[in-house]
């Protein structure tokens, strides 16, 4: 870690990516669909706050909708905030985990489409669920002033083209990447909090699209139009189920499908650019051009339901003050002699011994090492 407990360097955030990404990899079915579940409910809480804030400051967003956008953008981070602390599965996060994890061959394309492809469906069902069961029949969101906004933010955003929203869906899952990233480097969690923050706060006011975020909005919206014109106008002419029709096919086609492709090319792009190439190629080709000294790197989380922490230690006989402290904080919890092997298909454990070769090279595929 650098210089202290609390926080990793971003060669050891990178990494910890990557091992997130090997035990996610591993999870059984029927959990990642349990997750998957969870992961899409707790999210939709950013949903229902940024409708309430627009729905209550309907003037305000009349005279200064920068305003209520910035408000927005204050309250959207506490889904997140959830998602991450519950270590539950959310459609964008695993994007990242599981690109860089692709890249550093430590997982099989077959392993991301199954992650990528049952949390994308189960985060659809669950906010599904939240907007009818939870928000709908409670009538929670059936006031006036709810069916008012959440008419108005379903209108803003099927407004846009496909293109347009393939756009905004690459800057939304950058900056959703970012956070993950931030806050996998910090262990206080009111700092991992601060780190979701910024990011969100950012892509939130701007406008830009959030795939799973628009599960919930995109959705209360469409309900609520449904209720508003057909319990409330029985002298419809037919025009408006013409026009609900419409409204549900531009929010498949224009926001859900081309949000999805646009979240999935950003949140690659940055795990390309930013982890898996500056953080790791490049700080671990440097290393090896300079031949400064060898550390095995280890996770100290390996469990189930948590973002991993990749910890350095001394490799070779050779300790930096750091591990020396960390080996001796930890003595009697793991025992210096007889160790268990690190499991295959495992990032390498902290407090286990000797990984595999192939689970090793993952851990530090570009250094050079003495047989």
């Known amino acids: ?29 029927i959990t990642l669909i349990i997750s998957s579940i969870i992961g899409g409910a707790l999210f939709s809480t950013g949903g229902m706050l940024h409708l309430m804030v627009q729905s209550n400051n309907a003037e305000l967003y009349k005279e200064n909708p920068g305003m209520v956008h910035l408000m927005q953008g204050l309250v959207y981070p506490i889904g997140l905030f959830y998602v991450v602390l519950m270590g539950v599965d959310l459609f964008n996060s695993n994007i990242l985990f599981f690109s860089v994890g ?14 990528l492809g049952v949390s994308w469906v189960f985060n659809l069902v669950s906010n599904l669920f939240i907007c009818f069961f939870i928000c709908k029949l409670s009538k929670v969101t059936s006031s006036e002033m709810m069916i008012a906004g959440s008419i108005q933010i379903l209108e803003d955003k099927i407004s846009s083209s496909f293109g347009e929203n393939l756009i905004k869906g690459i800057a939304g899952n950058f900056y959703v990447s970012i956070a993950i990233y931030l806050q996998i480097m910090c262990k206080p969690i009111h700092v991992r909090l601060m780190m979701m923050v910024l990011p969100v706060f950012t892509f939130v006011s701007m406008g830009f699209t959030h795939s799973v975020a628009d599960m919930f909005l995109c959705p209360m919206g469409l309900f609520n139009y449904y209720y508003y014109y057909y319990n409330k106008d029985e002298d419809g002419d037919g025009n408006e189920m013409v ?55 280890k996770d100290e989380q390996p469990e189930l339901g948590v973002d991993s922490r990749v910890v350095r230690m001394a490799s070779n006989g050779e300790k930096d ?43 530090s595929a570009f250094f050079k090492r003495d047989e």
């Open 102 to 115: 692709l890249l550093r061959k430590a997982i099989s394309v077959i392993d991301l489409v199954i992650s």
């Open 1 to 29: 870690m650098s210089g202290d407990t609390y926080y990793l360097s971003p060669h050891e955030a990178a990494l910890a990516l990557v091992a997130t990404a090997m035990k996610k990899s591993r999870m059984k079915l």
């Open 243 to 297: 026009d609900y029709s419409v409204k549900i096919q531009k929010y498949v086609v224009n926001v859900l499908i081309s949000g999805s492709i646009g979240n999935i090319i950003g949140g690659v792009v940055f795990g390309l650019l930013i982890p898996f190439y500056l953080h790791l190629y490049v700080v671990e080709r440097d290393s090896e051009s300079l031949e400064l000294p060898k550390f095995e790197m």
């Open 321 to 363: 003050d750091y591990s020396v402290m960390r080996l001796n904080t930890r003595r009697s919890m793991h025992g210096s002699s007889n160790l268990t092997r690190s499991p295959t298909g495992v990032f390498p454990v902290y407090g286990m011994g000797e990984p595999l070769a192939r689970e090793r090279t993952i851990a």
